[in-house]
């Protein structure tokens, strides 16, 4: 039986990671997304362990309404739980560039 994570952070990873098997599980998209970082899908894998990497594949997901919900609707989340990764992963690295919108 594994072991329930409780630290944020490590909660944003696991959605981020979960984002990228999203992401390169339809070809189009991992193309775009490629194209958009620079990362080469030789190195794709040695990426997913740089949180930087993480982060940058969630604002790809979250830059679109329709492909966050698509995302959130395959991870069995709801599109604010990828919002909040977000926030927490880019909090944790100092990522001042992405301020979520308050009502």
């Not at 999203?22 to 949180?51: K, Q, S």
């Not at 995302?71 to 739980?81: D, G, Q, R």
């Amino acid at each position: 039986m594994k072991k329930p994570v409780h630290n944020p952070r490590e909660v944003a990873e696991i959605v981020a990671i979960q984002a990228l098997s999203f992401v390169a599980g339809e070809p189009e998209r991992l193309g775009l997304f490629l194209a958009e970082t620079g990362v080469g899908p030789e190195t794709l894998r040695n990426a997913a362990a740089d949180p930087n990497f993480l982060l940058s594949v969630l604002d790809f997901v979250m830059r679109d309404d329709a492909t966050v919900k698509a995302f959130a609707k395959a991870a069995e989340l709801h599109p604010t739980n990828v919002a909040a990764a977000r926030q927490v992963l880019g909090d944790a690295l100092g990522d001042p560039s992405w301020e979520r919108d308050v009502p």
